[in-house]
């Protein structure tokens, strides 16, 4: 390859990375499966070892993780939260103990702590005298988010030790994890388990946390003043005293050999677990040794992962079919021979998009690898070329849409400068059948109108016995008729106009996210619905054109003025809104204001440190307080960041207003 190429080669995928990482990270969506992450990472750190011209400061190699979300405060880890380099088979088990027998220069017996490796989220929780003062997400390694209150909720994280023996200063680390069992119930928010957990941690209200039910493992510490303890299965032995939990597979093994036989053995057994498992942790038992071999850049010497295989299998793709999504993207699946993956029989796979087809030349007749990893949607890792039919066609994806009949687009993204990946049908409304399948069940989804007794599959059925075409049908359902139905008696019946009937009373926001306008989700309907005040001021400006004047609104750009006006260009949209907020009860929002900083205003002099003025705003904003620009008597605090101006300093004075420092600010909102 020619050098630029290399260097374009390079550029590529580091972007692909960020892509992906905002998708798991800020998200908790992924769209790539752990296993084609890792290996773009590793195809990343490849193309550096081979080219020592290339650096990049997003490189896998530089960071441990992804930068926290912008929404919580950071705070330094004091010890680093490091990662473990990973092991795949006993080769690499040898030469991980073979390194350490180098490191020390001497041929050692070496015991092990084995521990699973649970396939959470880690979090650090800083202990003084006693007390949880601090809970933070890993982050970066460096640092992390704060989510103590969210922490908190974990009735599996004691908030006070009392031990004669538990450290005057120590922060426990561990995960964060949920149940399989629990995950069931959450199959359609989030894509694993993993990412439940991390979705309900980052919940900025810790009253969303308490709803998901989350467990905590404890296995390490970070910062620690002083200890007496010699091991880490010893260590492991007082995280239980003082009330933790840690894991019951835990054990001490000291050979390489065992250390493989115990590996296949919960390898076979882990379906049996109640939480997902990834691989399991060994670590050098003895703290002196681990204290003599340290750490490379990223990981101790004296620990390391050892994976356990995804689950996959080859199978025959009998057909490709498109699915047609709320929002119009078409999503292509294949339909299967079933195979039997780690336990469970998989019929259809996820294509993704119309891009990932022609990227892979997946075609109807291939032969595939299939990847079922955790609770994630079976999908096709690669084709196995050579046993393809040689009169095999390409697919060609439907340029209208299998539904409607409509055209189909793939849009120009201005950000990126490029074409989507997705294909949508053009067709943004109810007359598209499977739009409004998808736009029903969306709108008696649990944030939007939340009306209990309407599942995913009532709505099909119903659909499919001509019940139901538009939202509003909800509310003239013919009853008689539906207690008439196969698995409908009285009391269901009358559960479903119950819940039907409580879903009448609707604050602006939930409406406006209900009735599902592409690019509207909970927090823009929240912006909308604070601007506009009322339904009926809503449909105001609709009627009037005026829907430029959302621009105003910080948070809401283009991208969602544009989608607001495709979707009132329909008429049978504008109408369903009409028709609905005749029948609704939609009250305007009420904003709660019970935050820390209620009544209190707020300027900043100097440059912050480890934030940006805006998002030193939202903060007071969200704990209820406001921002003012300029020092007058009404002035509750002045913040002083790094070289603030002496002027407002000395009026402030004058006015006897308090000037905080950053950090005396940071501690106020705690
Ligand atoms: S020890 C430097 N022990 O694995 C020591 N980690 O790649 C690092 N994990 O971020 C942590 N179970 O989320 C350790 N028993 C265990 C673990 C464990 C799961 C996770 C943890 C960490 C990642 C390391």
Not at 251 to 256: A, G, N
Not at 581 to 600: A, V
Request: proline share 3%; with cysteine.
């Amino acid at each position: 390859m020619k050098l630029d190429d290399i260097k374009k080669t390079y550029k590529k995928k580091i972007d692909e990375l960020n892509k992906h990482n905002k998708f798991y990270f800020d998200r908790n969506a992924p769209k790539i499966s752990d296993k084609e992450y890792d290996d773009l990472k590793k195809e990343i750190i490849n193309l550096e070892n081979k080219n020592s011209f290339l650096k990049s400061p997003n490189s896998p190699s530089n960071s441990l993780g992804y930068k926290p979300s912008k929404n919580f405060i950071k705070s330094k880890h004091r010890v680093k939260m490091l990662s473990l380099s990973n092991a795949f088979d006993e080769n690499d088990l040898v030469n991980f103990e073979k390194k350490i027998f180098n490191f020390l220069n001497e041929k050692i017996k070496i015991e092990y702590s084995v521990e699973p490796k649970i396939d959470g989220i880690s979090a650090s929780l800083t202990y003084k005298d006693g007390l949880l003062i601090l809970g933070t997400s890993r982050g970066d390694g460096s640092e992390g988010e704060v989510i103590t209150e969210n922490l908190k909720t974990i009735k599996d994280i004691p908030k006070k030790i009392i031990d004669k023996d538990f450290p005057d200063e120590i922060d426990i680390r561990g995960e964060v994890f949920i149940k399989k069992s629990d995950f069931n119930n959450l199959k359609n928010d989030f894509a694993n388990p993993r990412n439940a957990a991390s979705g309900s941690l980052r919940q900025k209200n810790p009253n969303e946390t308490k709803k998901i039910p989350l467990n905590f493992i404890a296995y390490t510490y970070g910062y620690l003043k002083s200890s007496k303890i010699k091991k880490q299965s010893d260590f492991l032995k007082s995280l239980k005293k003082w009330g933790f939990k840690t894991n019951d597979q835990n054990t001490v093994l000291s050979s390489v050999k065992e250390l493989r036989i115990f590996h296949k053995q919960i390898e076979n057994d882990r379906y049996k677990l109640e939480y997902d498992v990834d691989g399991l942790v060994y670590k050098v038992n003895d703290f002196r040794l681990q204290n003599r071999l340290g750490f490379t850049s990223n990981s101790p010497r004296w620990a390391i992962a050892h994976k356990f295989s995804a689950d996959n299998a080859y199978s025959q793709i009998t057909d490709i079919d498109i699915q047609v999504g709320r929002t119009g993207a078409l999503t292509p699946v294949a339909r299967i021979k079933p195979v039997n993956i780690g336990g469970v029989v998989v019929s259809n796979a996820t294509l993704h998009n119309e891009d990932e087809i022609i990227r892979k030349d997946i075609r109807v007749g291939d032969t595939v690898k299939i990847e079922r990893a955790g609770d994630v949607i079976p999908h096709v890792i690669l084709v196995d070329v050579k046993k393809r039919d040689r009169k095999s066609k390409k697919f060609i994806f439907p340029n209208i849409c299998p539904s409607c009949g409509s055209d189909t687009i793939k849009e120009f993204n201005k950000t990126t400068k490029k074409f989507d990946a997705v294909r949508r049908c053009t067709n943004e409304g109810f007359d598209c059948e499977k739009i409004a399948i998808e736009k029903i069940k969306h709108f008696i989804s649990k944030e939007a109108m939340n009306i209990d007794g309407l599942g995913k599959k009532v709505i099909e059925n119903f659909w499919d016995l001509n019940l139901i075409r538009l939202p509003q049908d909800i509310y003239n359902l013919d009853y008689d008729k539906i207690s008439n139905l196969d698995g409908w008696g009285d009391l269901s019946v009358s559960n479903l106009k119950y819940s039907i009937d409580q879903s009448k009373k609707v604050s602006l926001d939930k409406f406006l996210y209900a009735i599902g306008i592409r690019h509207i989700g909970i927090e823009n309907a929240k912006l909308l619905a604070e601007y506009t005040k009322s339904v009926q001021n809503f449909i105001n400006f609709v009627n009037k054109g005026k829907l430029n004047e959302f621009l105003n609104i910080d948070g809401i750009g283009e991208t969602q003025i544009n989608s607001l006006k495709k979707f009132f260009n329909n008429k049978l949209n504008y109408s369903v809104i009409k028709k609905l907020s005749s029948i609704l009860n939609i009250s305007d929002l009420k904003i709660y204001k019970d935050g820390k900083l209620l009544n209190y205003t707020f300027m900043f002099t100097g440059k912050l440190s480890d934030m940006s003025r805006a998002e030193a705003k939202s903060l007071i904003e969200k704990n209820s307080g406001s921002v003012v620009s300029s020092v007058n008597k009404k002035l509750s605090y002045l913040i002083t960041g790094e070289k603030p101006t002496t002027r407002k300093v000395a009026q402030a004075k004058d006015l006897g207003i308090k000037i905080l420092t950053q950090k005396e600010w940071l501690k106020l909102l705690d």
